[in-house]
């Protein structure tokens, strides 16, 4: 269906590799992705699982899917996390570094001790597995995901395919990143030609509760115009959820409204839970979010990143503060230069 690029050394190859060990498992499978899932955890999880089931695999997926994205799994499609592993499974670690078991959600990946098959396109990927497809050059896992169902050998339907759309459009921005390819419009084409429902995805995925708006009104109070406007920061905490009755669920969406002001080239936004603190990190024209992530022990891609740390906000701040000021002069070098 996705006609693999074959310039990219080795990918057919690794592709093959993982189809295969997925197809031969004879045991259950369990399928994992991130903690806080957003359109193409969800969406790699969901395709590669209904694959796997429309070849008759026994398949666990423990995912809790956020609320605005509920939408899309079916009753029973996924469950609650492991409390243990089922006998004789196959870990399928999808959208993040199955080295980071920290970051995988669903299941303890520190005590499994089976094979363990990873898709994924974090540039940060210490690529350790059974097997594994790996290409940060890749838009979405999702469309890494639509290369592995291919090689399996499983006839598409609308139910693979809308999944793999949902994730394909939500990490491009609904095709709107530098990170997309000419490849990526022929995979979105061929996921719309199998029935995806790219029109009725983008309806819901629209859709917002009242306290979504609510909650960003207080958040808009916090907002702070740094570097000569270079950097626009907002901060929640729990007190403007109580005051708002929002969740932070309402929360995961306000950095990408924030990386649209003008003349901006990093937007933060932090979630302050008080003893610790999480930073969604969006950048543009050289700047890398990935670099600010990776000096505050988190990770990401270069336009998109976050890290978390276990410290109150202020000590937090300066570390913030110290990267960005770092990254920003790296940048400017670096534009000079060129």
């Not at 469950?79 to 299941?107: E, I, K």
């Not at 399996?152 to 609904?174: K, R």
């Not at 419009?185 to 609510?214: H, I, K, M």
């Amino acid at each position: 269906m996705t006609g693999i690029n074959e310039a990219a050394p080795h990918y057919a190859q690794d592709v093959a590799a993982v189809a295969a060990k997925l197809k031969m498992h004879p045991g259950p499978i369990v399928v994992l992705s991130h903690e806080n899932p957003d359109g193409d955890a969800l969406g790699s999880v969901l395709g590669l699982t209904r694959a796997l089931r429309a070849l008759g695999k026994t398949v666990v997926a423990p995912l809790d899917a956020p609320r605005y994205l509920r939408f899309l799994p079916k009753e029973g499609e996924l469950s609650a996390p492991l409390t243990a592993w089922p006998a004789g499974a196959l870990a399928a670690v999808l959208d993040v570094d199955n080295n980071d078991p920290a970051r995988v959600a669903g299941a303890d990946l520190s005590t499994f001790t089976g094979e363990v098959v990873n898709v994924d396109h974090h540039g940060t990927n210490a690529r350790r597995a059974a097997a594994l497809v790996v290409d940060p050059g890749q838009p979405a896992t999702a469309m890494m995901v639509a290369d592995v169902v291919d090689a399996l050998g499983v006839p598409w339907s609308e139910a693979i395919a809308t999944p793999l759309m949902l994730g394909l459009n939500t990490d491009t921005g609904s095709f709107r990143f530098d990170s997309v390819t000419p490849r990526t419009f022929e995979v979105a084409a061929r996921l719309r030609a199998c029935g995806a429902r790219l029109g009725w995805l983008n309806d819901q995925l629209g859709q917002r509760p009242r306290s979504y708006y609510t909650l960003l009104r207080e958040v808009l109070n916090t907002l702070e115009f740094l570097h000569g406007g270079r950097v626009v920061l907002a901060r929640v905490d729990a007190s403007m959820l109580e005051r708002t009755g929002a969740s932070w669920e309402d929360v995961e969406s306000y950095v990408s409204l924030l990386r649209g002001a003008e003349g901006s080239v990093l937007a933060v936004m932090v979630k302050d839970y008080g003893d610790r603190v999480k930073l969604s990190l969006r950048s543009r024209d050289g700047v890398s979010a990935q670099n600010i992530a990776v000096a505050l022990g988190g990770g990401g891609h270069v336009p998109a990143a976050g890290a978390s740390l276990t410290l109150p906000y202020p000590e937090v701040r300066a570390r913030l503060d110290e990267a960005i000021t770092a990254e920003l002069a790296r940048a400017d070098a670096a534009a000079t230069a060129g």
